[in-house]
């Protein structure tokens, strides 16, 4: 996995990172069906090449390196591979 999305993204789910992603490996869209009833977005971690576009675009700052991902949000690694299955 190399980037996950954390707490702030929770109730925002604001898609710039979608748009941004040259890879469509963040998920839910706005167009896909599960989209209302999760409470974020995250990210595929197989199919994330590691660019970093999406980090920059994310207006509350959630998206970070995994190695990077601050101990308080430590959790959400698993929780961005679980909606994957992984």
């Known amino acids: 996995m ?8 929770v109730n925002t789910k604001d898609t710039a990172c979608v748009d941004a992603c040259p890879v469509d490996c963040i998920h839910p869209r706005k167009d896909e069906p599960d ?10 971690p197989d199919e994330c090449i590691d660019c970093g576009a999406c980090v920059p675009v994310c207006p ?9 991902l601050p101990d308080k949000w430590a959790d959400y690694a698993p929780r961005n591979a679980a909606y994957y299955g992984k």
């Open 60 to 68: 509350v700052s959630a998206i970070f390196p995994l190695d990077e």
């Open 35 to 44: 989209f209302e009833i999760q409470e974020m977005l995250y990210i595929e």
């Open 2 to 9: 190399a980037y996950v999305i954390a707490e702030p993204c």
